[in-house]
């Protein structure tokens, strides 16, 4: 599960049939779908940090150069954190891409001299028209909630607003969850080998759940396909309300409608303490045990390209 896997041709995709993507790792996936080229929270550099001298190191190296890409429509970004929106990256990409962000984001890029930048609160949405010869490629961008919060220094804690994104083409519904908690899951919730003993059925002991997931899925589902988090959640009690564990995860999968899911936010930086390889396990354990097809949220590789 873990390490880079076969980098196929990045082009512009011009099927109206099919959803490709490329995992560049940690929240960075190239997604390919109705024509369209999008990135999600592009990172390429070394360490997710304000420097690249210290700060949490890729265990991977990135598949493949920024240059290597295709053409890029739109990119989307879900909060501000460093593992999320990285500064190196963005003035490569420069100000053709068309850059979504939540509010209050918009500052920083304009900063850098770009402006190419639409910024959005949750529920808002904008429609976009890329011109391409005689036809048209169409992209609707629904800024949707999530459970996190944001800031980028010691003065600016959610000075700004963090979110996930509804994506729609001509032919397909996309969800990218970003960084979210679901439930918030108290001291001492969990057995010593890091199982978890209640946060799997929250509602057996009433904890709390993040609605946004449900409401997104009665606005918007079925989704086509689903990116959500799945690592950075030890220890519980500390991370569960900002950052999802596999078992949230997949019950976000179940509360958003999504056909098919794709687990992300592990196995690329050491930010919190479960094992670097512990995330995907508890995800397939979870699938057994409600007995849903594992094919239905798979983990992929470095640099892979899935075909959906």
């Not at 999320?84 to 500052?107: A, M």
């Not at 199982?195 to 946004?212: F, G, H, R």
């Not at 930086?269 to 995800?283: G, S, V, Y």
């Not at 354990?285 to 992929?300: A, G, K, Q």
């Amino acid at each position: 599960m873990y390490g880079k896997g076969e980098l196929l041709s990045l082009r512009t995709v011009s099927e109206h049939i099919l959803l490709f993507t490329t995992w560049v790792g940690h929240a960075t996936f190239l997604v390919q779908f109705d024509g369209l080229n999008v990135l999600t929270d592009p990172v390429w550099s070394d360490r997710c940090s304000p420097t690249q001298w210290v700060g949490p190191k890729r265990f991977m190296p990135v598949p493949f150069a920024q240059k290597e890409l295709p053409p890029i429509d739109a990119v989307i970004i879900s909060h501000n954190h460093y593992d999320h929106l990285d500064e190196r990256t963005v003035k490569e990409l420069g100000n053709k891409p068309l850059y979504l962000v939540p509010s209050g984001v918009k500052s920083w890029f304009t900063s850098l001299g770009i402006t190419n930048v639409v910024e959005l609160d949750w529920w808002q949405e904008h429609r976009v028209d890329f011109p391409d010869g005689d036809r048209v490629r169409s992209l609707r961008a629904v800024c949707t909630p999530c459970q996190h919060f944001s800031g980028r220094g010691a003065f600016d804690r959610n000075k700004t607003l963090w979110c996930s994104w509804v994506l729609e083409g001509q032919t397909k519904r996309v969800y990218f969850a970003g960084d979210t908690g679901f439930c918030t899951v108290p001291r001492g919730c969990e057995h010593p080998g890091g199982v978890p003993s209640i946060e799997a059925v929250p509602s057996a002991v009433n904890l709390p759940v993040c609605p946004a997931f449900e409401e997104i899925g009665k606005r918007f589902g079925p989704i086509d396909i689903s990116f959500i988090p799945i690592g950075a959640y030890s220890p519980r009690y500390f991370m569960s309300s900002v950052h999802c564990s596999p078992e949230d995860a997949v019950a976000i999968h179940m509360a958003v409608g999504s056909k098919q899911s794709v687990a992300m936010h592990w196995g690329t930086f050491a930010l919190t303490d479960e094992p670097i390889m512990e995330p995907p396990l508890r995800l397939r354990n979870e699938l057994e045990r409600l007995r849903i097809d594992p094919s239905r949220f798979i983990t992929m590789k470095h640099g892979e390209t899935r075909t959906f």
